[in-house]
């Protein structure tokens, strides 16, 4: 399985992103039963927890984006979507996604996508 993050760049604070992941090498079968999550990581942080999505569709959100962000799926085309909005200079952060499988992370984490949010 590959995972591809992509939708990043440069945006000015209060704008907005929309990023998605798509899972590669997967059959919808194997995709859909997994609660699909995004993280990121600031330059000198560690990763932190986003936003996560059910197979149900239930979502869970770090309280750092609760109203801001909002996560969805697609399982007919193995896709998970991020859509930032009202974003902040601290959400600067290359942004992955992944799956969870048993609360350990289910895959290999792909490259990310960079964000960037001037002030």
């Known amino acids: 399985v590959q995972l591809q993050a992509s939708g990043g760049g440069l945006v000015t604070g209060g704008g907005s992103l929309r990023l998605s992941c798509t899972a590669s090498?997967?059959?919808?079968?194997?995709?859909?039963?997994?609660?699909w999550g995004w993280y990121r990581q600031a330059p000198g942080k560690q990763r932190e927890f986003v936003a996560s999505?059910?197979?149900?569709?239930?979502?869970d959100y770090a309280d750092s984006v609760k109203g801001r962000f909002t996560i969805s799926r697609d399982n007919s085309r193995k896709r998970m979507n991020l859509q930032l909005n009202s974003l902040k200079p601290e959400d600067t952060a290359v942004y992955y996604c992944?799956?969870?499988?048993?609360?350990?992370?289910?895959?290999?984490w792909g490259q990310g996508t960079l964000v960037t949010v001037s002030s």
């Open positions: 999505i059910s197979s149900g569709g239930s979502t």
């Open positions: 992944n799956a969870l499988n048993g609360g350990v992370y289910a895959f290999s």
């Open positions: 090498r997967m059959i919808t079968s194997t995709y859909s039963p997994y609660t």
